[in-house]
Nanobody
Framework: QVQLVESGGGLVQAGGSLRLSCATS????????MGWFRRAPGREREFVAGINWNLGTAYADSVKGRFTISRNSASNTAYLQMNSLKPEDTAVYYCAARNGQGAMSLSTVYPYWGQGTQVTVSS
C-alpha cells in the first residue's frame, strides 16, 4: 500500500521559514519523481516544485529562489524548504509521487498523493 505523509506545516510570519517533509512507503522511491503542489482557498491546485531520481529539479516561477526541494533515498523522504515566506504562499501543501519520465509540473500524471499539510503565512 502506497503512503505519502506530509508534515511540517504551520503558522509563520511573513519572511519566516518552514520545512515540509513527505515520508513515503509502498513504492520504489529511488526511481520516482516527487512533486509538491499547493491549493490556496478559492484557487486551483498548482505546481510548486519537483525532483526526479537524478536530482533534477523544477520550480514554479513564484517560488524560485525561495523554495528548495530535496530528497533522501535512505529514508524515502522528500522535503520542501521554504524561505522568505509570503502571505500569498498560504495554502494546503501536498506531496505527490510518480514513476516514469516527463514534465514534473503536471498534477494529472501523479497517481499517489498525500493528505496535505496547512501552511499559513501571516502579514
Amino acid at each position: 500500500q502506497v503512503q505519502l505523509v506530509e508534515s511540517g506545516g504551520g503558522l509563520v510570519q511573513a519572511g519566516g521559514s518552514l520545512r515540509l517533509s513527505c515520508a513515503t512507503s509502498g513504492f520504489a522511491f529511488k526511481n520516482s519523481i516527487m512533486g509538491w503542489f499547493r491549493r490556496a482557498p478559492g484557487r486551483e491546485r498548482e505546481f510548486v516544485a519537483g525532483i526526479n531520481w537524478n536530482l533534477g529539479t523544477a520550480y514554479a516561477d513564484s517560488v524560485k529562489g525561495r523554495f528548495t526541494i530535496s530528497r533522501n533515498s535512505a529514508s524515502n523522504t522528500a522535503y520542501l524548504q521554504m524561505n522568505s515566506l509570503k502571505p500569498e504562499d498560504t495554502a494546503v501543501y501536498y506531496c505527490a509521487a510518480r514513476n516514469g519520465q516527463g514534465a514534473m509540473s503536471l498534477s494529472t500524471v501523479y497517481p499517489y498523493w498525500g493528505q496535505g499539510t496547512q501552511v499559513t503565512v501571516s502579514s
